[in-house]
């Protein structure tokens, strides 16, 4: 220990460029990480708690044929149902419908979703999304809460008329006269622009939809464990009903971010085959500029053994403190962009291809995951080093005092 220490502070330039390597690559791979699972999160995220939450029932036959054959045509023995079950920390009804808005020479069609306002706040973010106006309650009439860019796209505002026509749940012929009394911009641009709500009682009376759904939101105590509750709120609500968690409902989106962290750690796989490679040629030749000073301290007795400990131990003091400068200084960024999240200002058209109308993109701060990745740069670290030294070892004290 006491010769490895002395080397360290011996060799300088060695030390100073070897932890300048290894911490700019700690901090690189931190940093990487924490963006990558940070944009990962953020987009789940608001694809969950935006709008579709965390669990849905629906009708078994509604997912593959959405269609007014297939709704939860009881909602009220449904909930009766649902109080029985424990591990919900709220639930409420949906119905959507797709219908023709109309506002001047406007025409464009969409999605009208009648919503429980008040239960609604807990489930989605509709009401913290509001832009402009106010957000709906259970008194309101012919008053709709309608996404920014519909609005834009019917050029509508606050106070502003509009009027709908679509098919009632019992398919008759729906119509009316709707005054804007909110907009919202949630960050999901597809939504955003599709998207209008009006007060679930009134919905009911112009859609002929009195104690039916085609969802049913619930919001599970803990949403960790949503998958379980699914199971058992399954097996209470019949054949007849599906319950299903976040992760079914958006399986697509789940596989689309799995693939993409998988395409991510290959990129960075590659980037720190490099650098393990150039770490090694590096400590390589730092070694092999030391072969006579080993071999003299073979010539006086030191043995193989201890000459290898010697050195591993140089690296893994080295390796130690790069990975903690580097996971202190990829720490601080990740937790910085947490709370002020990068904004991509100018990107918005390349953003909503993937339905964000948002640019800001938060990293993710998570300890656990800075530590594993600067355990996985020590272990990079000292592996680098290993080959160079096992070289080096196998010198005979007189070719290694030899050697120029």
Known sequence: ?????????????RTIVTVLLTSLTTTLLVFASAWMDGSHQTMIRNAVEIYPGYLQITNREFRDKPSYDHLIFDTTSVAEKLAQVEGIRASATRFESFVLFSADEKAVGGMLTGIEPETEEQLSRLASSLKAGKYLNSADTNQVYIGNELAKRLKVSV?????????????????????????????????????????????????AAENFATHIIVL???????????????????????????????????????????????TLGIIFIVIFFVIMIYTLLSVFARIRE????????TTPGQILRM??????LLAGISVVIGGLIGGVLAYYFNINPFTMSGYEEQFKQYGLALTQMPTAFEPLVIVRDMVVMFLLSVLSTLYPILKINRFRPVEAMRHV
């Open 311 to 316: 050195l591993l131990l140089e690296s893994c």
């Open 220 to 266: 599970p105590e803990e949403p960790a464990q949503v998958d379980i509750l699914a199971e058992r709120i399954g097996q209470v609500i019949g054949d007849e009903y599906a319950a299903r968690s976040w992760s079914q409902i958006m399986e697509q989106l789940v596989k689309a971010m799995e693939l993409d962290s998988l395409f991510g750690y290959i």
């Open 159 to 207: 106070g502003d008329e509009l009027a709908f026509v679509g098919n009632g749940a019992d398919y008759s012929f729906a119509a009316d006269n709707l005054v804007v009394k909110g907009v919202f911009q949630t960050g999901l641009y597809d939504f955003d622009s599709n998207s209008a709500f009006l007060a679930k009682d009134y919905f009911n009376m112009v859609m």
């Open 294 to 301: 080993i071999g003299v301290l073979r010539a006086v007795g």
């Open 1 to 13: 220990m006491k010769l490895a220490l002395r080397n360290i502070g011996a060799y300088k330039k």
